[in-house]
């Protein structure tokens, strides 16, 4: 069995698994991006101003560690162990390389199932239910 319910064997899982996970991610930026300045990505590679890259380095930094609390992550960056916004620069090259990552992805997947190396695929969506 496949990770997500598919019949493949051990080679193919991984010619697969890569692409899913960056994709994945890229789609956790998409989102995190819409829900944290409102803007698109296109939107963002533009640049944004310095309230809402404030805003996506709290998001960001809540994300990477769970643990951290609002008021915890406030006192870290007043004290200078987390940063307080990102440079737009950051943003930017953040926002690139996840996009990079994603359409390499698609092309390793694409060339994969074009040899015939990936004939089964499953597909699994979930989303985390707020307790």
């Known amino acids: 069995m496949g990770p997500v319910g598919g019949t493949l064997n051990f080679k193919e899982e991984h010619l697969w698994a890569a692409p899913c996970s960056s994709a994945l991610a890229t789609v956790k930026l998409v989102r995190l991006n819409k829900a944290s300045t409102g803007k698109s990505v296109r939107e963002v590679l533009r640049g944004l101003n310095r309230q809402e890259r404030a805003k996506l380095t709290k998001e960001l930094l809540s994300i990477n560690d769970p643990r951290l609390t609002s008021k915890m992550i406030k006192l870290k960056q007043l004290s200078g162990e987390l940063p307080k916004?990102?440079?737009?620069?950051?943003v930017k090259h953040a926002t690139v390389t996840q996009i990079k990552d994603a359409l390499g992805a698609a092309i390793g997947f694409t060339g994969s199932a074009v040899s015939g190396n990936v004939r089964t695929i499953a597909i699994g969506l979930y989303e985390e239910a707020e307790q």
């Open 85 to 90: 916004r990102f440079t737009p620069t950051e």
